[in-house]
């Protein structure tokens, strides 16, 4: 009559299901990396997709503002009828570069670069919070809530 530990077998089950448990957690992990990783692809899709729209506005409005500032110009005869045209041409070609250039791998270039030769540009304020931190802060707004519940 010994205790459950005191058997091989117990051991051996205890053993198993710490290897299980352990098991368990690395899939739960590679799974939360996953989801977050395909949530960043969303993300940048999104992204992406957002230029392009923002784009084809901008160039609708770059065509219909040069031919009418190129209309102004043959009858004013003013060069400086033609001024907008330039910083326009700027801000549709920056727009191009977004959406379907290679502006998007230069930023991730970029940003390899810095989270490598640059990390202190990327600490948080105060660092990272702690978990007694957002304890705390939790605490007080439950403490709030109870303390005025009409001023929600």
Not at 108 to 134: F, Y
Request: proline share 4%; charged share 25%; no cysteine.
């Amino acid at each position: 009559m010994g205790s459950f530990f005191s058997h091989h077998t117990g051991m051996e089950v205890v053993k198993k299901n710490q290897e299980y448990i352990s098991e368990m957690n690395k899939i739960k992990m590679e799974r939360w990396i996953q989801m977050h990783f395909q949530m960043k692809e969303r993300e940048t899709a999104m992204q992406i997709s957002r230029a392009r729209e923002l784009f084809y506005w901008l160039a609708s409005f770059y065509a219909v503002s040069t031919v009418g500032l190129i209309g102004r110009f043959r009858i004013t005869k003013r060069t400086g009828t033609l001024a907008p045209i330039v910083p326009l041409s700027f801000v549709v070609a920056y727009y191009a570069d977004l959406a379907y250039g290679t502006k998007i791998h230069r930023i991730q270039a970029e940003a390899e670069m810095i989270m490598h030769n640059e990390p202190e540009l990327l600490e948080w304020p105060s660092g990272l919070p702690t978990v007694s931190e957002i304890d705390s802060a939790r605490l007080d707004i439950d403490d709030k809530i109870r303390l005025h519940p009409h001023q929600l």
